[in-house]
């Protein structure tokens, strides 16, 4: 039998260190270009954390593209010049190895140190997104089929359409759903999270370049899912103030309760309208047993919290005064009546009804 | 009975092997319900060629679909159902029950020298169940087809119109089959090899099929318990995952992707499986890192168990928690990488027949390493924030379901089938098959990767305008694809009546497979060989005993005549 | 199954060592009968293992409270007294089981037959014991909230097991009696204790986790 004779140490193919230096000249031209690239993604980084993803991108760009490389060429190289000759014998064989401790401790070792790099340089650009500040401005996104509404702070009314934020401001954004499961990306800042009903998800983000950028839903919610998108105007500090006060004025502590017919209210309809709006977010317990919000069991006699959250006392009309305008707390935003789709006289149903459990 | 050379590990010797039962006479028990593991495998590949080729055709719907941002053909209504069941097709009855059911059948157990598996009336209850679940899946469009994709998250699926549930029945039908198979392999490699196969002379096709079915059995059957309170909570109102009746929707993502991971892992182990066979036949060299290449099987398997939440990063889990699966999905390159590299120094030194199957196989080289790469921007976890949901994902599992799983499987159906129909295929078909393959595939996914980065959401019947030069590229390239898909189906067909006679090892191969008839009788071995060592070893002789009574043969003395060493 | 192979002859041609063949052969086959069989446990462990996971991960991090909160009221916790009878039933049954095999074993076929009952007898009773306590307990339903829907589906899984479980001792019972099982080959008899100590450890895990817990 024939036998290919090769002394591995010597002849690894004809031309494979040429192939070899192909390999890193491509691999070191693709690296450059990426490592180098100021949008690797295609996108611009308009605002923290984007640039970190950026650098994280652009790291594993180069790694992945020499890896593609090595394997790609080297395959194909072989694949040529290892093919059987026209004129090799019939029962022609290969080099009969079947294995190189050397070389493949050198390609178990190499990538294993190259994946515990990675995966620590991940972990820093991870912690450097948790570490993102958003201490300045909270926003809450809230989403829907087929839509999103962010409610700001002060603003009584949510805003539908199109989201402000302000220049070089840390932002966070608390997102929740009100049905299935939405996505909220915004490309150009990297980021994204579910909007998973039931659970509010946090994202920080500073915005760093004015413009217009889409945000984007991510995760299938319906028919409308390939329309769901709007989006997210940054402008300077100044522009943001003007468009945040042409939204609504800001939220009114008194006489927001005209209209409400308090002595009308009944416990029964309360009690089933409670089930149906709020106890998903509050318990009937005391204020300790949260859900989301607090337990309401004593809003009107708890001797450890004499006020209301938004430091009124606890008088049917300023609970009333809660319910119609929502609120925004450090847990989160409670939607206002609009939003619930609670009209007045619900309203009425459920203080009475809170009324009655504080009295046991 | 075979007499080894003193000093030679025998392992063990299984008496239960030695029996023949007598063949089936009529044609029900021959074709329709047979035990036979072979018949069964033919079987399972027919009926998954059938759905590859609907789902296939569902494909490109969503395709012609995408030619145009408005959405060409199809509402968003019926887009979302083609999608989904694209998806739970593809996965649930074309892949799975082609590399398990399919190719695990019929080579398996010939690989190991054995008649059959090892409960050969429960792999023809395993098997019938398949056509059923596909039928109740398929004719969910009737009714409306599931929509909420082949991943189904509540609380939009439980809006869903009633083919959601009749896909929770569907699959939990086709999970119970694949856990009966996983438990029929596992007993079948354990404990039916010939004598003298130890574990570490066993094919490395036979290590593949060993670690996917020790992914089938435990991981499906959590799978079945979420369809199960899925399938509860849609027709009873029994609350699992809404949470408006104090349920949670990321549970359902915990319980599905614990079993969707490692079923990742089972549509491709055996895929690894079959590239080994093809790289060394048609290099003429032993496969490179044997053992490797058995341990990272293994190791795969197991770590494919700790990484579910990898497709979780974006929904809310704990976030400290992101990190250790992102390290571990880090970590499972290693093996894999290791595996690359053993097939890239198979094909060196190699004296390569650039046949079909191995273009495949090579080519696969190429699109699965991409596609594990991909992987690796998705397990980091700040990366994954941005490509979480987006068409780098459907660039991603197409590059290693199709780069990866599609291309072996056509790389093993070329391999198996002279020994599986006794003809030879035609050769310049399978260049064409494969080149336009090979081209189109990737004209139809690398541009999603870009798509996905750029700003295009996955599951989407319109897209932004911007998107649409690449979209348009994508589908001509898919039609394309399709075609070469017609022309591996003419291959097959003409290769019944004019393809060459193949006789037993037309390609010089040295697994047990190869020395018998084409295809084998239905005893499989006449008389059980015994083994030596691993079938690579293309520079010494056949290291099998008893091969001429295992093929039957009539004459005493093997002559160089009547077996001469095998060429291509 | 077993019967075939001990009631089918088959011709090895080997004279005088066949009946120890045959016995080999036996041996291997009832060795992957019985490995099949507890990979065929080990993947009904899982699915248990899926819907434990899914209430521990409602009780723990999900639900603000436990028993849940439902219009107002906090739930009432189950009956752990009665459960714990019910269980000292089902693994009483579970001893019976042992001693039944055991007995067949030493060809004591009367009190095979007495061990046998009793742990068909028991089972059954665990059986009426659960459907005792579906009908009186106090959680809301199986769809009213994610307590009845953990509870009722996790037991109610069980319960079919047990069910499913009790009509296999019967059948094995029925088979015994004609004759089906010799002292050296039991397989089914073996099959039948292991899923029957299944179904009681499965039961101590669901025992602990709504009634102790």
Redesign the interface.
């Given at each position: 039998m024939a036998q290919r004779v090769v002394k591995p140490r010597t002849n690894l193919g004809p031309g494979f260190w040429p192939v070899t230096a192909f390999i890193i000249v491509v691999s070191a031209i693709m690296s450059y270009f990426t490592l180098t690239s100021p949008w690797p993604i295609g996108l611009i980084p308009a605002g923290e954390p984007a640039p970190a993803t950026d650098a994280l991108f652009r790291f594993l760009g180069a790694v992945g593209a020499t890896i593609f490389n090595i394997v790609t060429i080297y395959t194909i190289y072989f694949g040529i010049v290892f093919a059987k000759p026209k004129n090799a014998l019939p029962n022609a064989i290969g080099v009969q190895i079947h294995d190189a401790p050397v070389l493949e401790f050198w390609w178990t070792a190499i990538p294993t140190i190259l994946i515990v790099v990675l995966a620590i340089y991940s972990t820093k650009i991870w912690l450097d997104i948790q570490n993102t500040q958003g201490d300045v401005l909270t926003v809450e996104a809230i989403s829907y089929q087929y839509g999103y509404q962010f409610r700001y702070p002060r603003l009584a009314q949510p805003v539908s359409g199109e989201m402000h934020l302000p220049l070089n401001t840390p932002t966070t954004i608390h997102v929740t759903s009100r049905d299935v499961i939405h996505g909220f990306w915004i490309p150009e800042m990297r980021i994204k999270a579910d909007m998973v009903p039931g659970l509010i998800n946090t994202l920080r983000v500073t915005p760093t370049v004015p413009g217009r950028y889409p945000i984007i839903c991510t995760e299938f919610c319906g028919v409308g899912h390939g329309s769901m998108k709007t989006t997210l105007v940054v402008q300077s500090q100044q522009d943001f103030s003007k468009w945040f006060a042409q939204q609504g004025g800001s939220q009114s502590s008194a006489g927001g309760g005209g209209g409400i017919p308090l002595s009308t209210g009944t416990v029964d309809a309360g009690k089933v309208l409670f089930g149906q709006k709020c106890s998903a977010c509050h318990s009937t317990g005391p204020f300790s047993q949260k859900i989301v919000g607090p337990g309401l069991g004593q809003i009107f006699s708890d001797p450890a919290h004499p006020k209301l959250v938004n430091g009124s006392d606890p008088t049917t009309q300023n609970v009333a005064n809660i319910v119609k305008n929502g609120f925004q707390g450090d847990i989160g935003t409670m939607p206002s009546a609009q939003m619930n789709a609670i009209s007045n006289k619900d309203i009425a149903n459920l203080v009475v009804y809170l009324a009655s459990l504080s009295k046991k | 009975m075979a007499t080894l050379a003193p000093g030679v590990k025998t392992g063990p010797y299984?008496?239960?092997l030695?029996?023949i039962h007598p063949e089936p006479t009529s044609f029900i028990r021959k074709y329709i319900f047979s035990i036979d593991h072979k018949v069964i495998g033919y079987q399972y590949m027919i009926t998954g060629g059938l759905f590859f080729l609907i789902a296939g055709l569902l494909a490109e719907l969503i395709r012609t679909q995408l030619l145009s941002p408005n959405?060409a053909i199809v509402?968003?209504?019926t887009y979302?159902q083609i999608y989904s069941m694209h998806g739970s097709a593809m996965v649930w009855m074309v892949i799975i029950p082609l590399v398990t059911g399919g190719f695990g059948n019929f080579v398996m157990p010939l690989q190991i020298g054995a008649r059959d598996v090892?409960?050969p009336w429960?792999n023809l209850a395993a098997f019938w169940m398949f056509p059923v679940a596909g039928v109740i899946l398929f004719s969910s469009f009737l009714w409306g087809a599931p929509d909420?994709?082949w991943t189904e998250?509540?609380?939009?699926s439980l809006?869903g119109p009633p083919g959601t549930s009749m896909w929770c029945v569907a699959i939990f039908l086709i999970g119970i089959s694949s856990?009966l198979t996983?438990?029929?392999f596992?007993?079948t490699i354990?404990?039916?090899r010939a004598p003298g196969m130890t574990l570490t002379r066993m094919p490395l096709f036979v290590w593949g099929q060993f670690g996917t079915a020790g992914l089938s059995?435990?991981?499906?059957?959590?799978l079945?318990?979420?369809l199960?309170?899925l399938f509860?909570e849609r027709t009873?109102?029994?609350?699992?995952y809404d949470?408006?009746?104090?349920?949670?929707?990321?549970?359902w993502q915990?319980?599905f992707w614990?079993y969707s991971h490692p079923a990742v892992y089972i549509m491709i182990l055996p895929v690894f499986g079959i590239i080994s066979e093809v790289l060394p036949t048609f290099?003429?060299?032993?496969v490179?890192?044997?053992?490797?290449i058995a341990f990272s099987t293994v190791a795969i398997a197991l770590l494919g168990f700790s990484v579910w939440a990898h497709h979780m990063f974006?929904?809310?889990m704990v976030?400290w928690l992101?990190?250790p699966f992102?390290?571990i999905t880090?970590?499972i390159?290693?093996p894999t990488?290791?595996k690359?590299?053993?097939w890239?120094?198979t094909?060196?030194?190699?004296?390569?027949?650039?046949t079909t199957p191995m273009l495949f196989a090579?080519g696969f080289?190429?699109t699965f390493?991409?596609g594990g790469?991909?992987g690796?921007?998705l397990a980091?976890?700040?990366?994954d924030?941005?490509e979480?949901?987006?068409y780098f994902v459907v660039a991603h599992l197409h590059y290693v379901l199709y780069g990866g799983s599609v291309m072996g499987l056509f790389a093993g159906i070329y391999y198996w089938w002279p020994k599986m129909t006794g003809r030879m295929y035609n050769e310049v078909l399978g260049y064409w098959h494969f080149w336009l393959t090979f081209i189109a595939f990737n004209g139809t996914f690398m541009p999603m990767h870009?798509l996905g980065?750029?700003?295009m959401?996955?599951?989407?019947?319109?897209?932004?305008p911007q998107f649409q030069f690449w979209n348009v590229f994508a589908t001509i390239s898919s039609y394309v694809l399709a075609g070469s898909v017609l022309i591996f189906l003419y291959n097959f067909a003409t290769s019944f009546r004019s393809g060459k006679i193949a006789g037993p090892n037309p390609w010089?191969a040295r697994t047990l497979e190869w020395m018998i008839s084409s295809p084998p009788p239905y005893y499989n071995y006449k008389k059980i060989p015994a083994v030596l060592a691993t079938p690579y070893?293309?520079?010494?002789p056949l290291p099998y005993i008893g091969l001429e009574a295992a093929a039957g043969a009539e004459e005493a003395t093997p002559t160089a005549a009547s077996h001469p060493?095998?060429?291509? | 199954m077993s019967v075939s192979i001990a009631k089918q002859g088959y011709s090895l041609g080997h004279g005088h060592d066949e009946d120890a063949h045959e016995q080999v052969i036996y041996q291997e086959t009832r060795d992957m009968r019985l490995l099949g069989f507890v990979l065929f446990l080990c993947s009904d462990v899982v699915l248990f293992s899926a819907f434990i996971f899914a209430y521990i991960y409602l009780r723990t991090t999900v639900a603000p409270s436990w028993p849940p909160i439902v219009g107002g009221h906090q739930l009432p916790r189950l009956d752990t007294a009665f459960a714990a009878v019910n269980s000292i039933v089902l693994f009483g049954s579970g001893v019976t089981m042992h001693y039944a095999l055991e007995n067949f074993k030493h060809a004591n076929l009367r009190r095979y037959n007495v061990f046998m009952g009793f742990t068909i007898l028991l089972g059954a009773m665990f059986l009426g014991g659960q459907g005792y306590e579906y009908a009186h307990a106090q959680i809301g339903g199986w769809s009213g909230n994610i307590f009845g829907a953990s509870f009722f589906t996790l037991t109610g899984m069980h319960g079919f097991h047990v069910f499913a479980g009790v009509i296999y001792l019967l059948v094995l019972w029925y088979q015994t009696q004609r004759g089906v099982y010799t002292q050296e080959r039991y397989f089914g008899l073996t099959a039948g204790t292991l899923y029957w100590h299944f179904v009681d450890v499965i039961w101590v895990g669901l025992f602990f986790l709504f009634y102790l817990w």
């Open positions: - | 299984h008496a239960v030695d029996h959405g509402s968003a209504a979302n090892a409960f429960l909420a994709g998250y509540p609380p939009v809006q856990t996983g438990i029929n596992i007993v354990y404990k039916m059995f435990i991981a499906t059957t959590a079945a318990g979420a199960l309170a509860l009873f109102g029994v609350p699992f949470p408006k009746h104090g349920g949670s929707p990321v549970l915990h319980m614990f290099s003429r060299k032993p490179f890192g044997y053992k490797m974006t929904s809310g976030p992101q990190l992102m390290i880090m970590v390159a290693v990488g290791i690359i590299f053993s890239m120094a094909l060196w030194g190699g004296s390569i027949h650039w090579t080289l190429i390493t991409c790469l991909t690796f921007f980091a976890v700040p990366l924030y941005h979480h949901g987006t870009w980065l750029l700003g959401p996955r599951r989407v019947a319109l897209y932004d010089g070893d293309f520079g010494n060493v095998p060429t291509l | -």
